[in-house]
């Protein structure tokens, strides 16, 4: 009888519980969908502001309008934390052409990638030859590289069904295709952009020298998918096509910049810190509404709804707007590094950098017992149509995080239209929809209430 009444008290705990959850469940989205400030956040980051790269006026702007909404929104703490940036400018629009036999010409869009040098002022024109990715380098050596300009066109598998996927399964040529390209004696390099999408827009994104020193270093630059496929199929034409471009970026001088960080003070266990988060920082074709304006303002909204929604935070709760994701991650790193000189408890971190579209659910950096923990809330997020809960990646910037202990995740929106707008001048705020991205704000607040309310299993305790 006593194991009875035992099991009963048990049963009875754990029906109220989750009843008291499903109500501030409901209450969290309520205010997310009526009172929700993010698609105004979002609205003057991407209007008022635009594009904010690393080290530019956009990018002070942007730091200092979240603090001052950060300050308004009666936080416990708001404060700046300096990071030193890579400043990289674009210059004068980039121009392309192919001259399929002297003086006939076809124009195609391409743009700069970040980080790369220019071209010299006159350009460069060059015969082309393509490549489905760096391995093919190795078979057509250095003969027949030599002072060509080469083209990646390895496109995205539309086969898989997460384009993050098919992103990965590409992204090396774009980062890394200079690089090696250079080491064969190449004189530039183009590659197909980073979509799925046919269309007529280049997409930018960050590149990488390695160890190459400055004087060898070619430029690279992005051409459209649809002047890929062009170009692609005119090459197949005629082989001796020549390729010309011009850009005139240009690195600079690191710049000071900032982080930005609010906080709401646990009222249990003020030393352990839960964090939400997004980047601040954007490429300069679009205003970087997608990428990450969205997951900044939906972090931002994170700890107003818990206020709104009336529950006291049993830990520390902190939203962190990082500098410089795209072209460095020195906020992410200067982050992680401040937090470990000061030895701060970390036990949670939320990142949202895949996009303001439909939350379909989170994926999680952790241990299989607090995998199995948070399995258990499913069902609290199935009315909101929240269904994936995957063990996976979490976020680039709270990546620098990691320990044994720390439960990190990332916010999982439908991924299927993301990369139409990455990188691209089609990131923009009219491709965002208000209710998408309220819904967004509204699970990630749901998620760091459950995790606040009933914390992490600390791998120490596993262990046991």
């Known amino acids: 009888m006593k194991k009875l009444l035992m099991f009963l008290c048990l049963v009875s705990f754990c029906v109220n519980a989750q009843s008291e959850d499903e109500k501030q469940l409901r209450n969290i989205y309520d205010a997310a969908l009526t009172q929700g400030k993010a698609y105004d956040w979002l609205n003057y980051l991407s209007n008022q502001i635009g594009g904010r790269l690393s080290g530019s006026v956009q990018a002070e702007q942007a730091v200092e309008y979240t603090k001052t909404q950060l300050d308004s929104m009666g936080l416990d703490r708001v404060w700046l934390q300096p990071v030193m940036v890579p400043k990289w400018v674009r210059g004068t629009p980039e121009f392309a052409y192919f001259e399929s036999t002297p003086g006939v010409t076809t124009n195609v869009p391409i743009c700069a990638l970040g980080g790369s040098v220019a071209t010299k002022p006159g350009g460069l024109k060059a015969n082309i030859v393509e490549v489905q990715g760096i391995e093919d380098l190795v078979a057509l050596g250095r003969e027949k590289i030599e002072g060509k300009i080469v083209f990646f066109n390895r496109p995205f598998d539309q086969t898989l069904i997460s384009t993050f996927e098919a992103y990965s399964g590409c992204v090396d040529q774009r980062y890394s295709g200079a690089a090696e390209a250079g080491k064969y004696g190449a004189a530039g390099m183009i590659v197909r952009s980073m979509s799925s999408r046919l269309d007529d827009l280049p997409h930018t994104g960050a590149m990488s020298y390695g160890e190459t020193p400055i004087q060898n270093r070619i430029p690279a630059a992005a051409i459209s998918t649809k002047g890929a496929e062009l170009l692609s199929t005119t090459l197949k034409l005629n082989p001796e096509i020549k390729f010309y471009f011009k850009q005139n970026c240009e690195q600079l001088e690191d710049v000071k910049s900032f982080n930005v960080i609010?906080?709401?003070?646990?009222?249990?266990?003020?030393?352990?810190?839960?964090?939400?988060?997004?980047?601040?920082?954007?490429?300069?074709?679009?205003?970087?509404?997608?990428?990450?304006?969205a997951g900044c303002v939906q972090s931002m909204d994170v700890l107003r709804l818990l206020k709104v929604s009336g529950y006291k935070p049993q830990r520390t709760i902190r939203v962190v707007l990082f500098m410089n994701e795209e072209n460095g991650l020195r906020g992410g790193n200067e982050y992680a590094k401040v937090a470990k000189e000061k030895n701060e408890n970390h036990v949670f971190a939320l990142e949202s950098d895949a996009g303001g579209f439909t939350p379909r659910g989170f994926s999680f950096d952790c241990s299989a017992a607090n995998f199995e923990k948070i399995q258990g809330w499913k069902n609290l997020f199935e009315p909101y149509l929240i269904h994936m809960f995957v063990k996976g990646g979490s976020g680039a910037d709270i990546g620098p995080l990691k320990n044994p202990d720390i439960l990190l995740a990332g916010l999982r929106p439908?991924?299927?239209?993301?990369?139409?707008?990455?990188?691209?001048?089609?990131?923009t705020f009219e491709h965002v929809n208000k209710r998408e991205l309220e819904l967004g704000a509204a699970?990630?607040?749901?998620?760091?209430?459950?995790?606040?309310?009933?914390?992490?299993?600390?791998?120490?305790?596993?262990?046991?």
């Open 262 to 293: 609010g906080e709401i003070t646990g009222s249990t266990y003020p030393n352990e810190i839960m964090v939400v988060g997004g980047h601040l920082d954007s490429w300069d074709l679009g205003d970087g509404s997608h990428d990450d304006g």
């Open 414 to 427: 439908d991924s299927q239209r993301y990369f139409d707008h990455h990188h691209a001048a089609n990131d």
């Open 443 to 464: 699970a990630m607040a749901s998620l760091v209430y459950l995790v606040d309310k009933y914390g992490v299993v600390p791998v120490k305790k596993i262990k046991r």
